[in-house]
C-alpha cells in the first residue's frame, strides 16, 4: 500500500513529526524555500502586472527532484510547512516546482509539534490559501524593487560597490540615525535635588525604619514642582531648610495591583531574551526554532517544548490555560489563581489573532524537568518561555503605597516647604513570586518602607544634601527597543525584525557600541540621500501603511498587483529625478588628513576599503580602513581590527582576517572572528569555529559559544 508524504521545512521538524505519524506516512525536507526570484535580474515583469519569474536555485534542484520521484509514489501529498505567510508560499512553491497540481494535495497546520496537535492538523486538511501566498508575493516583489532600482544606485553615487537598500531596511536605519542626530543635538541641562534625612521625634516600632528619606518638592502654596537650576539655588535653599521645623502634612495610604505581563510574541520574546540574557534577536529565533521544532527528552523522544515562534498574537488556546491554572494550583496555591483566567488583548498592529502566543506546549513540562537534556542557552529560553507563560495566568502582585507630604518651615526666611517621601512593601507577590519583567531602561524599585507616621507628628532633620544633575538625552536602540520601535510603528512582521537587525549591520551602515546601536559615516549618508531622494522609502508612517495593504491582502480584502502598482508608481519617479543628478557624494569619516587638514574620506579600491584625503589629488595621504572587533590584542593588548589580504580570495570579495592595531610594531593575525569571551579553560583567546563553537587559539579547547553577548566595533 502507498504511503503519503508530508513535506516540512527543516529535516530536524521531519524527525520530530515522524515518530508521530508513525510508518504511514513518509516525510520530506525541503529546506526552506525551494523556488525564489533570480539572483542577478530583478525577475519582475514591469509591463505585465509586475509578474515575478520564479527560478530553481541550482543547490536546490536536487531537493525538488527527490520531492517530486517521492510524490509519485505517494498516495497523498501533505504539505505540513509552517503556520504563517511565508509557510503557506512555501508550500506554494512546492506544488509549483515539484508538478504536483495533479497530486491528491492537502494543506495541515499546527502551531505546535506534539502528537496531540499533529493528529487534529491531519484530520482538518484545507486547500493553500492564496491570499497569504499573494500577501508573501507582494513583499517578496515590492522588496525586490527597492532592492534592484535602488543599491545600483546607492553605489554609484557613492562610489561605493555592494550597497543597498531596502524596504523596511532602510526605515530601520532611519529611526537609527535619528535617534542619533538627537543624540547628537541634545543639550543637557543642570538642575539640583535636595534630600532631608528624617526622623521621628518618638521612638519607632519594631521593625520600623529608624528615618526615611525626603525631597524637596516645592514651596508648600504652590503645587507646581520647585525648579533648581543652579548650585547657588541650591545651597540657598538648603540654607533655608537647615534649622527649619518639620512636620507631617498628610499621609496617603492605597494598595498598589501589578498585573503581570502577556505571554511572549516574537517581538515581546526578543525584547526579553536581550534584555536578561544578552540574546541578540538572531540567537533567540535560532535557540527557539530549535525547542520548536523538538529537542530529544531520553525515552521520550524527540518533542517541541514551546510553540510556534513567528508570532503578533497574545492569544492562547483554552486547554493551554487550563493546564497552567491547574499547574498554579497545585505548586503554589489557590491564592496564586485568580478566579477567571486572563486574556490579553494584542496591541500589535496586523496581528493574526488566529495564531497563538509562544508558549510551552505543556505548563506541566518545567525547565527543571527537561534541565537535563537541553544546552545551558536552550535551558535559559525555555525557561524564560515557560514562566511568561504561567506568570501570565497568576494573581496580581499587591503593594501597599504610602505618600507622605512633610511641611517645613524656614526660620531665615519664614518660607514653607513642602517636601515629599513615598514607599512601598510588596503586601502579596502573585505572579512576581514566578516571574518578573524586565524593562529597557532603569527604573526605581519599590521605595524603601517608611515608618508609621500620623498627621501632625514632628520630625528631626538628621541631614541635608543638594545633588547636582543633568538632564539625559533619548537612549540610542539596544536590540530590545530596536524591535520595539519596529513593532509599535508597524514595521515589519514577526519574521522580518531578524533579518532587518542583521542587514544592517553586516552592510556596515551601524555597528553596536555598549551594546547600543550607532550608525556609522555609511549608514548616515545613505540615509541622507535616501531621505532626499527617495523620501517614501524611510517615511515610516508610509512604511506601517504598506504593512497593512499587505495584511489586507492576506485577509482577501485587495488583490496584490495593484498594492505594488501604487507603491512603484512614485518610486520610479523619484528614480528619474535622482538619475539626472549626477554629483558624486562621498562617504565622512570624522577624521582629517594629517598633511592637509582636509577631512579624510572612505572610498573603496581593488584592495577594499580606506580613507583618502578629501583634497585628491593635491593631497594624496591615504591610510587604512579597519573595522575593530571588540577584542584585545593577547600578544600587546592594543586591538584586533579586520584586515583584507592582498593575496588569495574568498566567496564574495578578499580573503579577511584579523590583526593587531599595532602593526608592524605587533604582527599578531588570526585567520578566525576574535570572540569577546576568554577561554573557559585557560582564558586564552576564542575564534569563531562556526555553528555556534569556539576554538582557543592557546589550549586548543573547543566547544559551544556560552554567550551571545556581542562585541562593539567601529
Same mark, same amino acid.
Not at 57 to 74: M, S
Not at 107 to 132: C, G, S, W, Y
Not at 312 to 333: L, M, N
Given at each position: 500500500?502507498?504511503?503519503?508524504?508530508?513535506?516540512?521545512?527543516?529535516?530536524?521538524?521531519?524527525?520530530?513529526?515522524?515518530?508521530?505519524?508513525?510508518?504511514?506516512?513518509?516525510?520530506?525536507?525541503?529546506?526552506?524555500?525551494?523556488?525564489?526570484?533570480?539572483?542577478?535580474?530583478?525577475?519582475?515583469?514591469?509591463?505585465?502586472?509586475?509578474?515575478?519569474?520564479?527560478?530553481?536555485?541550482?543547490?536546490?534542484?536536487?531537493?525538488?527532484?527527490?520531492?517530486?520521484?517521492?510524490?509519485?509514489?505517494?498516495?497523498?501529498?501533505?504539505?505540513?510547512?509552517?503556520?504563517?505567510?511565508?509557510?503557506?508560499?512555501?508550500?506554494?512553491?512546492?506544488?509549483?516546482?515539484?508538478?504536483?497540481?495533479?497530486?491528491?494535495?492537502?494543506?495541515?497546520?499546527?502551531?505546535?509539534?506534539?502528537?496531540?496537535?499533529?493528529?487534529?492538523?491531519?484530520?482538518?486538511?484545507?486547500?493553500?490559501?492564496?491570499?497569504?501566498?499573494?500577501?508573501?508575493?507582494?513583499?517578496?516583489?515590492?522588496?525586490?524593487?527597492?532592492?534592484?532600482?535602488?543599491?545600483?544606485?546607492?553605489?554609484?553615487?557613492?562610489?561605493?560597490?555592494?550597497?543597498?537598500?531596502?524596504?523596511?531596511?532602510?526605515?530601520?536605519?532611519?529611526?537609527?540615525?535619528?535617534?542619533?542626530?538627537?543624540?547628537?543635538?541634545?543639550?543637557?541641562?543642570?538642575?539640583?535635588?535636595?534630600?532631608?534625612?528624617?526622623?521621628?521625634?518618638?521612638?519607632?516600632?519594631?521593625?520600623?525604619?529608624?528615618?526615611?528619606?525626603?525631597?524637596?518638592?516645592?514651596?508648600?502654596?504652590?503645587?507646581?514642582?520647585?525648579?533648581?537650576?543652579?548650585?547657588?539655588?541650591?545651597?540657598?535653599?538648603?540654607?533655608?531648610?537647615?534649622?527649619?521645623?518639620?512636620?507631617?502634612?498628610?499621609?496617603?495610604?492605597?494598595?498598589?495591583?501589578?498585573?503581570?505581563?502577556?505571554?511572549?510574541?516574537?517581538?515581546?520574546?526578543?525584547?526579553?531574551?536581550?534584555?536578561?540574557?544578552?540574546?541578540?534577536?538572531?540567537?533567540?529565533?535560532?535557540?527557539?526554532?530549535?525547542?520548536?521544532?523538538?529537542?530529544?527528552?531520553?525515552?521520550?523522544?524527540?518533542?517541541?517544548?514551546?510553540?510556534?515562534?513567528?508570532?503578533?498574537?497574545?492569544?492562547?488556546?483554552?486547554?493551554?490555560?487550563?493546564?497552567?491554572?491547574?499547574?498554579?494550583?497545585?505548586?503554589?496555591?489557590?491564592?496564586?489563581?485568580?478566579?477567571?483566567?486572563?486574556?490579553?488583548?494584542?496591541?500589535?498592529?496586523?496581528?493574526?489573532?488566529?495564531?497563538?502566543?509562544?508558549?510551552?506546549?505543556?505548563?506541566?513540562?518545567?525547565?527543571?524537568?527537561?534541565?537535563?537534556?537541553?544546552?545551558?542557552?536552550?535551558?535559559?529560553?525555555?525557561?524564560?518561555?515557560?514562566?511568561?507563560?504561567?506568570?501570565?495566568?497568576?494573581?496580581?502582585?499587591?503593594?501597599?503605597?504610602?505618600?507622605?507630604?512633610?511641611?517645613?518651615?524656614?526660620?531665615?526666611?519664614?518660607?514653607?516647604?513642602?517636601?515629599?517621601?513615598?514607599?512601598?512593601?510588596?503586601?502579596?507577590?502573585?505572579?512576581?513570586?514566578?516571574?518578573?519583567?524586565?524593562?529597557?531602561?532603569?527604573?526605581?524599585?519599590?521605595?524603601?518602607?517608611?515608618?508609621?507616621?500620623?498627621?501632625?507628628?514632628?520630625?528631626?532633620?538628621?541631614?541635608?544634601?543638594?545633588?547636582?544633575?543633568?538632564?539625559?538625552?533619548?537612549?540610542?536602540?539596544?536590540?530590545?527597543?530596536?524591535?520595539?520601535?519596529?513593532?509599535?510603528?508597524?514595521?515589519?512582521?514577526?519574521?522580518?525584525?531578524?533579518?532587518?537587525?542583521?542587514?544592517?549591520?553586516?552592510?556596515?551602515?551601524?555597528?553596536?557600541?555598549?551594546?547600543?546601536?550607532?550608525?556609522?559615516?555609511?549608514?548616515?549618508?545613505?540615509?541622507?540621500?535616501?531621505?532626499?531622494?527617495?523620501?517614501?522609502?524611510?517615511?515610516?508612517?508610509?512604511?506601517?501603511?504598506?504593512?497593512?495593504?499587505?495584511?489586507?491582502?492576506?485577509?482577501?480584502?485587495?488583490?496584490?498587483?495593484?498594492?505594488?502598482?501604487?507603491?512603484?508608481?512614485?518610486?520610479?519617479?523619484?528614480?528619474?529625478?535622482?538619475?539626472?543628478?549626477?554629483?558624486?557624494?562621498?562617504?565622512?569619516?570624522?577624521?582629517?588628513?594629517?598633511?592637509?587638514?582636509?577631512?579624510?574620506?572612505?572610498?573603496?579600491?581593488?584592495?577594499?576599503?580606506?580613507?583618502?584625503?578629501?583634497?585628491?589629488?593635491?593631497?594624496?595621504?591615504?591610510?587604512?580602513?579597519?573595522?575593530?572587533?571588540?577584542? $584585545? #590584542? &593577547?600578544? +600587546?593588548? =592594543?586591538? @584586533? *581590527?579586520?584586515?583584507?589580504?592582498?593575496?588569495? /580570495?574568498?566567496?564574495?570579495?578578499?580573503?579577511?582576517?584579523?590583526?593587531?592595531?599595532?602593526?608592524?610594531?605587533?604582527?599578531?593575525?588570526?585567520?578566525?572572528?576574535?570572540?569577546?569571551? $576568554? #577561554? &573557559?579553560? +585557560?582564558? =586564552?583567546? @576564542? *575564534?569563531?569555529?562556526?555553528?555556534?563553537?569556539? /576554538?582557543?587559539?592557546?589550549?586548543?579547547?573547543?566547544?559551544?559559544?556560552?554567550?551571545?553577548?556581542?562585541?562593539?566595533?567601529?
Amino acid at each position: 500500500m502507498a504511503k503519503d508524504l508530508v513535506i516540512v521545512e527543516s529535516p530536524a521538524k521531519g524527525r520530530t513529526i515522524g515518530l508521530y505519524l508513525g510508518d504511514r506516512y513518509v516525510v520530506k525536507a525541503s529546506q526552506g524555500h525551494v523556488r525564489d526570484l533570480p539572483e542577478k535580474e530583478m525577475g519582475v515583469d514591469l509591463t505585465d502586472g509586475f509578474s515575478p519569474k520564479y527560478v530553481v536555485p541550482k543547490e536546490k534542484r536536487p531537493i525538488v527532484q527527490e520531492i517530486k520521484k517521492a510524490a509519485l509514489e505517494a498516495s497523498a501529498v501533505y504539505l505540513a510547512t509552517d503556520p504563517d505567510r511565508e509557510g503557506e508560499a512555501i508550500s506554494w512553491h512546492l506544488v509549483q516546482a515539484a508538478g504536483l497540481q495533479k497530486k491528491d494535495v492537502h494543506r495541515v497546520v499546527f502551531h505546535e509539534i506534539t502528537a496531540e496537535a499533529i493528529r487534529d492538523a491531519f484530520k482538518k486538511p484545507r486547500q493553500i490559501d492564496m491570499n497569504l501566498v499573494n500577501a508573501q508575493q507582494a513583499r517578496r516583489v515590492l522588496d525586490r524593487l527597492v532592492g534592484y532600482s535602488l543599491s545600483p544606485l546607492l553605489s554609484r553615487k557613492l562610489r561605493w560597490p555592494g550597497l543597498s537598500a531596502g524596504r523596511v531596511q532602510s526605515a530601520a536605519l532611519h529611526l537609527i540615525v535619528e535617534r542619533e542626530k538627537q543624540v547628537q543635538a541634545f543639550v543637557p541641562k543642570e538642575y539640583w535635588t535636595i534630600e532631608a534625612q528624617l526622623a521621628p521625634q518618638r521612638p519607632v516600632g519594631k521593625g520600623e525604619p529608624q528615618s526615611f528619606k525626603a525631597l524637596l518638592h516645592s514651596l508648600w502654596e504652590r503645587k507646581e514642582k520647585l525648579s533648581v537650576p543652579s548650585q547657588a539655588e541650591a545651597l540657598r535653599l538648603k540654607t533655608d531648610l537647615q534649622g527649619a521645623r518639620y512636620r507631617v502634612a498628610q499621609v496617603q495610604k492605597r494598595q498598589v495591583r501589578q498585573r503581570p505581563a502577556a505571554p511572549f510574541t516574537t517581538a515581546t520574546l526578543q525584547q526579553e531574551a536581550w534584555r536578561k540574557l544578552r540574546f541578540t534577536a538572531k540567537r533567540t529565533m535560532v535557540l527557539a526554532q530549535q525547542l520548536y521544532e523538538g529537542v530529544p527528552l531520553g525515552k521520550e523522544g524527540p518533542v517541541g517544548l514551546i510553540t510556534y515562534m513567528r508570532t503578533d498574537s497574545t492569544h492562547v488556546a483554552p486547554e493551554a490555560v487550563k493546564e497552567a491554572r491547574d499547574y498554579i494550583a497545585s505548586a503554589f496555591g489557590p491564592q496564586y489563581l485568580p478566579k477567571e483566567r486572563r486574556t490579553y488583548v494584542t496591541r500589535s498592529k496586523g496581528a493574526q489573532e488566529a495564531h497563538e502566543a509562544i508558549r510551552p506546549t505543556s505548563a506541566r513540562r518545567t525547565p527543571d524537568s527537561v534541565k537535563s537534556h537541553l544546552t545551558p542557552e536552550q535551558l535559559n529560553l525555555y525557561d524564560l518561555v515557560w514562566k511568561r507563560m504561567v506568570a501570565c495566568q497568576m494573581a496580581d502582585a499587591l503593594l501597599d503605597s504610602t505618600t507622605v507630604e512633610i511641611q517645613s518651615y524656614a526660620t531665615h526666611s519664614s518660607a514653607e516647604y513642602r517636601l515629599r517621601a513615598t514607599g512601598s512593601v510588596l503586601a502579596f507577590p502573585g505572579f512576581r513570586a514566578l516571574y518578573r519583567e524586565d524593562r529597557d531602561e532603569p527604573e526605581d524599585e519599590e521605595s524603601l518602607p517608611l515608618p508609621n507616621l500620623s498627621e501632625g507628628e514632628a520630625l528631626d532633620c538628621l541631614d541635608l544634601s543638594a545633588d547636582q544633575h543633568f538632564t539625559q538625552p533619548p537612549p540610542r536602540y539596544t536590540e530590545a527597543t530596536l524591535v520595539k520601535a519596529l513593532e509599535q510603528k508597524g514595521i515589519g512582521r514577526p519574521s522580518t525584525y531578524v533579518p532587518i537587525i542583521s542587514t544592517i549591520q553586516e552592510r556596515g551602515y551601524v555597528h553596536k557600541k555598549e551594546s547600543r546601536f550607532e550608525p556609522l559615516p555609511l549608514g548616515t549618508v545613505v540615509d541622507d540621500l535616501l531621505t532626499r531622494q527617495f523620501p517614501m522609502v524611510t517615511d515610516l508612517d508610509f512604511t506601517a501603511r504598506m504593512e497593512e495593504e499587505l495584511d489586507d491582502i492576506a485577509r482577501g480584502k485587495r488583490p496584490w498587483q495593484p498594492v505594488v502598482k501604487s507603491f512603484y508608481g512614485p518610486l520610479e519617479a523619484d528614480l528619474e529625478k535622482a538619475k539626472k543628478d549626477t554629483t558624486p557624494i562621498y562617504v565622512p569619516t570624522g577624521e582629517t588628513c594629517e598633511l592637509c587638514s582636509k577631512p579624510m574620506i572612505l572610498k573603496s579600491g581593488r584592495f577594499g576599503k580606506f580613507l583618502s584625503c578629501s583634497g585628491y589629488p593635491d593631497c594624496r595621504h591615504s591610510l587604512p580602513f579597519r573595522v575593530r572587533v571588540g577584542v $584585545p #590584542c &593577547p600578544e +600587546c593588548k =592594543g586591538d @584586533l *581590527v579586520q584586515r583584507q589580504a592582498r593575496k588569495g /580570495r574568498a566567496k564574495g570579495g578578499r580573503r579577511v582576517f584579523y590583526g593587531c592595531a599595532n602593526y608592524p610594531q605587533c604582527t599578531f593575525t588570526v585567520g578566525s572572528k576574535p570572540l569577546p569571551q $576568554p #577561554c &573557559p579553560q +585557560c582564558s =586564552g583567546l @576564542l *575564534v569563531d569555529a562556526r555553528r555556534n563553537h569556539a /576554538r582557543c587559539i592557546a589550549c586548543k579547547y573547543y566547544g559551544p559559544v556560552t554567550s551571545e553577548k556581542e562585541p562593539a566595533s567601529a
